[in-house]
């Protein structure tokens, strides 16, 4: 078996081949290779997909979050909640508006924990930095029943959750202002890195289009003082959006592809899996599996030719960039010592997903433990 790469965007690109060479041709032969025609298509459907009123699109997440963060008003002095256990920019982006994160353990999900929450509220809370982990969506109701208590400020980071739904509400459709990643592992992305920000207040997205180039409008002066270049290109808008208008198609096989390995996977005591909830539509971003085996396991699929991946190997504030002395997150560490994301993309062909699941239980076979 030749190697299973992680993700594997050549392959979506040929299968594609010809589509996206075409689209690539049509934008450079306009020679609009910034601002051009698929942008606003691209955050037109954005916005449609997530049922919010405006899509604004920068260079990636990071910017995104960080955008949403002070156009919302968050600066020096306030505090905002973030899961201990996510990607570093869920967090980084907080210290880069100035403001202070603080962290929450999250439950055995990945999802952050509100009875905790709750805990770290001070007077200098001013928001919440709402992480879907995974791809897979908190229950809005959960959501709204803790930021209504304290009239938090929501923002949803659904950089990994683009097309999943919990209870009819898409992902991007939770609090002020929300944001999506199109790089190279997510399940739409920009073949580079891109991102953009999602929301209903007419007032956050202009200024999201103020703050990523240069503080200015096209054509008019700067009303705001940042040097940010955050912008995707007309040619990556153009395969965003022709991504996608496949993205029922790309869901529901990541969604076969997981359902597989759900099967498979569940004979396996060793293994702790989690599952959809009824009214809940998961887009499998990521198919992560948690075992006390994880290092072991990872190098025996290793050895057999399938790259797998941690998501993630530390909790944040173990960074020494964030200063904290705090370190009791029971639950996100654990999630660091025996989370590991298995390959899952459309272009999978049955065989490896097979080959996947048969090495996973020899493997567990081989320890007597399956
Ligand atoms: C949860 C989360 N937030 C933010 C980001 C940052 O996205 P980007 O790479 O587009 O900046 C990522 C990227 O993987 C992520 O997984």
Same mark, same amino acid.
């Given at each position: 078996m030749n190697k299973i790469k992680f993700y594997n965007v050549a392959r979506f690109y040929k299968n594609y081949k010809n589509e996206i060479l075409e689209l690539t041709n049509q934008v450079f032969s306009t020679g609009q290779v910034l601002n051009g025609e698929p942008i606003i298509e691209a955050e037109k459907k954005i916005a449609c997909l997530t049922n919010r009123k405006y899509a604004v699109t920068v260079g990636s997440c990071t910017d995104a979050l960080f955008f949403s963060l002070i156009a919302s008003g968050? #600066? #020096?002095?306030d505090e905002v909640l973030v899961p201990a256990f996510s990607f570093i920019a869920s967090a980084s982006a907080i210290s880069r508006a100035g403001a202070t994160p603080v962290f929450v353990d999250v439950n055995n999900d990945g999802s952050i924990n509100f009875e905790l929450a709750e805990k770290k509220i001070t007077k200098k809370t001013k928001a919440i930095m709402l992480v879907q982990l995974y791809g897979k969506m908190i229950k809005p109701q959960n959501i709204t029943n803790f930021t209504n208590k304290y009239n938090l400020i929501v923002i949803e980071d659904a950089a990994q959750a683009l097309g999943s739904s919990n209870s009819n509400i898409p992902a991007g459709k939770i609090g002020l202002a929300s944001c999506f990643s199109f790089d190279p592992s997510k399940i739409i992305n920009a073949f580079g890195t891109g991102g953009v920000v999602v929301t209903d207040n007419e007032k956050i997205a202009k200024s999201i289009q103020i703050l990523r180039v240069q503080g200015k409008l096209a054509n008019s002066e700067p009303t705001k003082l940042v040097s940010c270049n955050s912008r995707i290109s007309s040619q990556q808008a153009a395969i965003v959006y022709f991504q996608l208008n496949k993205i029922d198609e790309i869901i529901s096989k990541r969604n076969l592809i997981a359902n597989y390995y759900n099967t498979q996977l569940t004979k396996i005591e060793s293994i702790r899996i989690l599952k959809t909830s009824d009214n809940e539509t998961w887009n499998y971003h990521k198919y992560p599996i948690f075992t006390n085996f994880r290092d072991e396991l990872k190098n025996y699929l290793t050895e057999n030719n399938i790259e797998t991946n941690i998501h993630f190997k530390k909790i944040l504030p173990e960074y020494s960039v964030f200063n904290k002395s705090e370190s009791n997150f029971p639950i996100s560490k654990q999630l660091t010592e025996t989370e590991l994301s298995l390959p899952i993309y459309p272009e999978l062909t049955d065989n490896e997903i097979s080959f996947i699941c048969d090495k996973i239980i020899n493997f567990f076979k081989s320890k007597k433990l399956c």
């Open positions: 968050i #600066k #020096k002095g």
